[in-house]
């Protein structure tokens, strides 16, 4: 397990902002990609955006045009941009990472969205 440590989750009201970051401590070795996934109350962890090596990005179908994910190899840190906040993306996210040691999981962000 790599330690992932996340920030920037708060309370937003509907159509703001927030910037989510999440560094990969120690040593880290061949990254096969990082992303953010969320998981509300009474829904299953759900895929949010994952970025490769070699910058491919995936996002979610509620999240296109509103989030974007973004990464510092140097760092081995992510990014995740989230515009136009609505009240259905409230959720715990965490940040995740697979390597060829495996995946980790950070401990989760909450992200509250008010209407």
């Known amino acids: 397990q790599v330690p992932l440590v996340e920030s920037g989750g708060g309370l937003v009201q509907a159509g703001g902002s927030l910037r989510l970051s999440c560094a990969a401590s120690?040593?880290?070795?061949?990254?096969?990609?990082m992303g953010w996934y969320r998981q509300a109350p009474g829904k299953k962890r759900a895929l949010v955006a994952l970025i490769t090596t070699g910058s491919n990005t995936n996002y979610a179908d509620s999240v296109k045009g509103r989030f974007t994910i973004s990464r510092d190899n140097a760092k081995n840190t992510i990014y995740l941009q989230m515009n136009s906040l609505k009240p259905e993306d409230t959720a715990v996210y965490y940040c995740?990472?697979?390597?060829?040691?495996?995946?980790?999981w950070g401990q989760g962000t909450q992200v509250t969205v008010s209407s």
């Open positions: 995740y990472l697979s390597s060829v040691s495996g995946a980790s």
């Open positions: 120690g040593s880290v070795f061949v990254i096969n990609a």
